[in-house]
């Protein structure tokens, strides 16, 4: 009965192995993207501009194509900032950054932007401080980036482009988050 049990403790042992071998299959590395924001000073006026540096960064194993037409500023998809003061509350400018872009075309090769591991795209905008808040104070900068395109779009309307087969960061990926920026604004 021993020598049985001791039998059974052997297979059971070496079935469990090349299972946990099995399912250790490497598998293709997901692209990762980091999403950077800083500004070029931490104090302004109401009369000052605010030059705000956003990048993304690819934090991943493989390649990752971004349409550039993702870095324009929206509430909903690309880039989208939102300010709160210091206890969340949501404040409010005088814009409302709305870019709306044109769907990809085939054929233009340039409108992907190849990052590979290591790799960062990113723009440099000059933002009024009264587009984004109504008076002085402390405000947080948020912001965040999701993608205009989507894998379906991509297929259908680029089907014979050569991006239809890349890694393209696309909508179906999570939404990203930049650190916070904190700012404070003086009369």
Not at 17 to 45: C, G, H, I, M
Not at 75 to 102: E, K, Q, W
Not at 119 to 130: H, L, N
Request: negative net charge; charged residues 20%; contains cysteine.
């Amino acid at each position: 009965m021993q020598k049985f049990a001791l039998v059974y403790l052997i297979i059971a042992a070496m079935t469990s192995a090349v299972v946990a071998q099995v399912n250790q299959v490497e598998k293709p590395a997901a692209p990762a993207l980091e999403l950077a924001v800083r500004t070029d000073q931490q104090t302004y006026r109401m009369s000052d501009k605010i030059r705000m540096e956003t990048r993304l960064l690819n934090t991943g194993n493989g390649d990752v194509y971004i349409w550039h037409w993702d870095l324009c500023w929206n509430p909903a998809r690309g880039l989208s900032m939102y300010l709160t003061t210091p206890d969340g509350s949501p404040v409010h400018g005088d814009f409302l950054f709305d870019c709306v872009p044109p769907p990809p075309k085939e054929g233009n090769v340039y409108a992907f932007i190849k990052l590979e591991p290591g790799r960062f795209y990113g723009v440099a905008d000059e933002i009024k401080v009264t587009d984004v808040v109504s008076k002085p104070g402390e405000y947080d900068i948020n912001v965040t980036y999701n993608s205009f395109a989507s894998r379906s779009s991509i297929k259908e309307f680029l089907q014979h482009d050569p991006i239809s087969k890349l890694p393209v960061w696309t909508m179906e990926q999570p939404t990203i988050t930049a650190p916070r920026v904190h700012i404070v604004v003086k009369p």
